[in-house]
């Protein structure tokens, strides 16, 4: 079985500064996707970006980009110029078939 | 593109109690997913449809826990003689199944907030 470590509860950023999620999982198999999801204060939850494990080039999308080292196993998520609305619980997961497993999140917080 | 949508928002229930979720998909999404998700925690899968056919249903789905996915649109998960261990956020997600793609991209709903008094 899959097993995605998130081993930062909470994170604190300052209004337009940066901030790193870390995530680490295990697998055994070479090809599959990572994924970083979003979820509000009772909101849903949605999809920040995605990462074939295939891909030597890091995803970016927008304020958002990772930093995969596939060897490591490790898959990092870093918020750019942090705005007020970033402020949520952040998922890291991984998929090789249908099902996604997924981390015990980070709950990041905004000060402005 | 209308989202996937979740009905109802809440339910709250005493002991004992039968309670059923539904889920609507994505329309063109042609796998479904149900997921629990207890406070604080990431969520843990329970099962999926690929159409109509369930093809998985994890260890966590007991035998008192049902769902169907009749003609291969909407979905429904039943609990029969709730718990109060069964109080959480069911999650429904959908997705499309690529041709050659290794996994899907999912998309969730807004959940089901389940609580047994």
């Known amino acids: 079985a899959q097993t995605v470590t998130q081993s930062q509860p909470e994170m604190s950023v300052q209004e337009a500064e940066t901030v790193t999620l870390s995530c680490t999982y295990d697998?055994?198999?070479?090809?599959?996707?990572l994924f970083w999801y979003k979820q509000p204060p009772s909101r849903q939850m949605i999809l920040v970006i995605r990462?074939?494990?295939?891909?030597?080039q890091n995803a970016t999308e927008n304020r958002f980009s990772v930093n995969f080292q596939k060897a490591a196993k490790s898959f990092s998520l870093k918020i750019s110029d942090s705005q007020l609305g970033d402020a949520a619980m952040y998922f890291c997961?991984?998929?090789?078939?249908?099902?996604?497993?997924f981390g015990a999140g980070t709950t990041v917080t905004v000060r402005a | 593109d209308t989202g996937v949508s979740q009905n109802p928002r809440h339910k709250i229930t005493k002991r004992g109690q039968n309670v059923t979720f539904r889920c609507d998909p994505i329309s063109e999404h042609n796998r479904l997913y149900w997921y629990r998700q207890t406070l604080g925690q990431g969520p843990e899968f329970l099962t999926y449809?690929?159409?109509?056919?369930?093809?998985?249903k994890s260890r966590l789905l007991s035998d008192r826990f049902s769902a169907e996915r009749p003609k291969g649109s909407f979905s429904t998960l039943e609990i029969q003689r709730t718990e109060q261990g069964d109080s959480a956020m069911y999650l429904c997600a959908s997705s499309s199944r690529g041709a050659i793609v290794v996994a899907d991209t999912q998309y969730f709903g807004p959940g089901t907030r389940l609580t047994v008094l």
């Open positions: 997961a991984y998929s090789n078939d249908y099902k996604l497993s």
């Open positions: 697998t055994s198999e070479s090809d599959y996707y």
């Open positions: 990462q074939e494990a295939y891909k030597q």
């Open positions: 449809f690929q159409n109509e056919a369930q093809l998985e």
